[in-house]
């Protein structure tokens, strides 16, 4: 290899600032409020700082390039010429760009869809069969340049051409983008011919997909992609990464053509497939071993194990994070009040690149180098494992008991019949979601409480008002099962998690999930146990309000974890049946009280399938167990709700139907209906509400339009199981937009039930 191999790096890190800075610049810039010198000065600030942390922590490989806007797709579709026409008009590049990811009054923006199974979501671009790549290569060589002038030792990543085509999607009769793969990688090839003249030593190339199922032939593509890219005369070394995962047939063949690094998830995958590749011998095998994506700190005895023994299957060996670190907070600086205990099982991005870095350090001098850094990992792991937090022997074996009891609900029919007699709900009924509009004054509240400007009893008044409010509302549209809507939360699973033995609340532990917006995820760590009820008070307060019945609202366990970072020893199976008994003793509490409904809501239930289709069945079969488990504590006549949104449904339908929750409201506005006759298919025969209109816009739906939906899903469905609600909830829209739509929803029902 004529590249000097590196020996420590990462794939990537986040962008958004540590403070979040470019969040703020940007949305100000959008507003009009920061012109463009400022907002980029924001921009080359963040990337600074970030390669010289990353450069003074000791990595001789830094990705550049990572940096974005918005969006690294987004980035990748400028950057082969790959934006739809519709955006031509737009003259100025950059706002061009934040059209794309946004639209504006009249284009609209590409699709979101996530990015395989992480919490970020990448913009998806449109091939069209008119479509002409060219290469823009401005951004990659404006980073180099910057990088290089700040004495960098930089690698500019980008995505992979194969992994680009499969994310996309075509439009205008164009046939599956895949198929313009020879093209395209032309255009990379010009790339890699400009970055060559400048002397660039390395390229990163990122394949994702090639650890999944997506593409039947992956392995060829592969093989021919990268032999004709690898043959290119005058180019940087190339570095092939691939993440999420173990890679299966791609990596022989990938290791059959002259690329000179491949990288490899050794969190997601194992060694043994290593060591049979011969080709491996004159390559750079890029060990993925700190985990780039969940905020454990790494056992540093084992990963040095492991990477000792990958010395023998490659020409050399680079120590790395699995996947990028975009996916986990910048610093565990940022936590002022971190228990000490929980602080030391931690690591955020910044204490992986030292683990990166201790790791290569040892690999290269042997372990007596290291020898502090493994005594303090082993010293965490020690903690962790002995504390008893992470072992309540209570909530073990209740689990055990129930488990052992088989405990279920009465066959479907018999509890529709005692929750007739006990609800005397009209055919086709009513309903919301959960939440309703999360008004200036609710946040202001919260704020208010947060910064102790108020205190908790006078906040508990204003939510109680609120809710007052709502249904009141609710009453004068006429609905005919009310929510409480949901004042109290801001992010539903943070709600949970504070109240919840075995979470913990980050203070600034942002992890950026599209464009501007970021999250933070609580981190569950330990044992779940529910201390006492969470939404009892809440939800009776509403229920003394009104003769109608008003459902308790709850995150299912399977949410819950998919927005959490969850703890890596033991098996999720078992983390998510704590989480479901926490919301079982939830359920049982509110029936209790009084309260006939309960909705457990599973929005996130698409989002933990595993990429590899060997693993679905497994994964559905814990997620619906725990769904169960969590619902199952209640007498017949109490009616379990649930709800699933943003996802195409194909190929969990069997699983929603077999949750067998008495009701399934369900995202269909926009599929128009289409679900429901999946439904009937996967043998689902309980109610189901599947949504009518869209709450994602702003327009209010006509009584016509909605009552039409209706008539459309009495031909899958019969009226008797057939229920009336919106897409989602409604946290996200205007008070008069609601209310205007919901009118109109509950017209189009009475309309439709006179027939
Ligand atoms: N009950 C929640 C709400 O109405 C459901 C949220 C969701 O589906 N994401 O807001
Ligand atoms: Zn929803």
């Known amino acids: 290899m004529t590249a000097r191999p590196f020996t420590a790096t990462i794939l990537g890190s986040p962008r958004v600032g540590p403070k979040r800075e470019l969040k703020r610049a940007v949305e100000k810039y959008w507003a009009g409020r920061m012109d463009r010198t400022s907002l980029e000065s924001v921009a080359a600030t963040l990337r600074r700082d970030t390669w010289e942390a990353l450069t003074v922590a000791g990595l001789d ?3 550049v390039n990572t940096f974005s806007y918005y969006d690294q797709v987004l980035d990748t579709a400028v950057m082969v010429g790959a934006l739809p026409p519709r955006f031509a008009d737009v003259a100025d590049e950059l706002d061009r760009y934040f059209a794309a990811a946004r639209g504006n009054d009249e284009i609209p923006p590409l699709e979101m869809t996530k990015w395989f199974d992480t919490n970020y979501h990448y913009l998806v671009p449109e ?16 980073e180099l340049d910057e990088a290089r002038a700040q004495k960098v030792p930089a690698r500019p990543v980008i995505v992979g051409p194969i992994t680009f085509l499969a994310l996309s999607k075509a439009v205008d009769g164009g046939p599956a983008p895949i ?9 990379y090839g010009e790339l890699l011919r400009l970055l060559g003249d400048r002397g660039v030593e390395w390229v990163q190339l990122d394949e994702p997909v090639l650890v999944t199922d997506v593409l039947d032939n992956a392995a060829e593509l592969t093989e021919e992609t990268y032999g004709l890219l690898g043959r290119l005369a005058n180019r940087p070394a190339v570095f092939v990464s691939t993440y999420f995962g173990e890679l299966t047939d791609a990596l022989p063949a990938l290791a059959r053509t002259p690329v000179e690094a491949i ?101 290269r001098e042997g372990r007596e180098a290291i020898a502090d850094e493994v005594a303090a990992s082993d010293a965490a792991i020690e903690s962790r494992r002995a504390d008893p937090r992470l072992n309540n022997g209570d909530v073990r074996s209740r689990i055990s008991a129930i488990t052992a009891s088989g405990a279920r609900r009465g066959p479907a029919g018999k509890r529709l019949v005692a929750q007739q007699a006990r609800l005397e709900l009209p055919p086709l009924p009513t309903t919301t979601i959960g939440s309703y509009p999360q008004t200036s004054a609710i946040r202001a509240a919260r704020a208010e409480l947060r910064a102790g400007t108020i205190d908790f009893a006078e906040y508990e008044r204003r939510m109680k008002a609120e809710i007052a409010d709502v249904i009141k509302l609710q009453e004068a549209l006429d609905l005919d099962v009310l929510v409480h809507g949901e004042p109290e939360r801001n992010d539903m699973v943070q709600y949970f998690a504070e109240q ?60 819950i974890l998919a927005w959490s970072f969850v703890r890596d020893d033991q098996p999720l199976p078992d983390t998510a049946a704590q989480v479901a008994l926490a919301i079982r003793d939830e359920t049982v509490d509110l029936q209790a009280a009084g309260i006939a409904i309960i909705q457990v809501d599973e929005p996130a239930l698409r989002e933990l399938l595993p990429l590899r289709a060997k693993d679905k069945e497994a994964y559905l079969r814990w997620a619906v167990d725990a769904f169960r488990l969590a619902t199952s504590g209640v007498a017949d006549s109490t009616q379990i709700h649930t ?8 190929e969990i339908i069997g699983a929603i139907a077999d949750l067998d929750a008495d009701v399934t409201s369900i995202e269909a506005a926009r599929s ?28 209010v739906p006509g009584v016509e339009e909605m009552a039409a939906s209706l008539r459309e899903a009495l031909k899958s469905v019969p009226a008797q199981r057939l229920w009336v609600n919106p897409d989602c909830g409604l946290k996200t829209r205007r008070t008069d937009e609601v209310t205007a739509s919901l009118r109109n929803l509950v017209a189009a029902a009475h309309q439709v039930r006179v027939g």
Request: net charge negative.
């Open 61 to 63: 490989s830094v990705p």
């Open 127 to 142: 091939i069209g069969a008119g479509l002409h790549f060219g290469l823009n290569a401005a951004k990659v060589l404006g």
């Open 179 to 187: 198929q313009r793969l020879p093209e395209l990688v032309v255009v």
């Open 263 to 363: 990288g490899v998830d050794l969190v997601g995958g194992g060694l043994s497939a290593l060591a049979a590749i011969p080709e491996l011998a004159d390559k750079l095998l890029v060990a993925g071993v700190v985990d780039g994506r969940n905020i454990w700190r790494t056992d540093l005895e084992a990963a040095l194990g492991r990477l000792t023994m990958l010395s023998g299957c490659a020409g050399h060996v680079a120590v790395s994070t699995s996947c990028s670190t975009l996916h986990v907070p910048y610093s565990l600086d940022a936590e002022a009040d971190l228990d000490p205990a929980l602080r030391s099982w931690l690591a955020f991005g910044s204490e992986k690149v030292a683990e990166v870095v201790a790791l290569a350090r040892g690999l």
């Open 500 to 559: 919840l033995d075995g979470f913990f609340a980050t203070q600034n532990g942002w992890v950026q999930s599209y464009g501007s917006r970021c999250v933070r995820p609580p981190i569950l760590y330990g044992d779940v146990a529910r201390p006492k009820p969470m939404t009892v008070d809440w939800i009776t307060y509403a229920q003394s309000l009104t003769s109608k019945p008003v459902k308790g609202m709850l995150t299912g366990p399977v949410t």
């Open 643 to 650: 709800h699933l949104c943003y996802s195409e449904f194909g």
């Open 672 to 699: 128009h209906m289409e679900v429901l006759a999946d439904l009937n298919a996967a043998g689902f025969g309980n109610s189901v509400g599947p949504g009518v209109y869209d709450i994602h816009s702003p327009r």
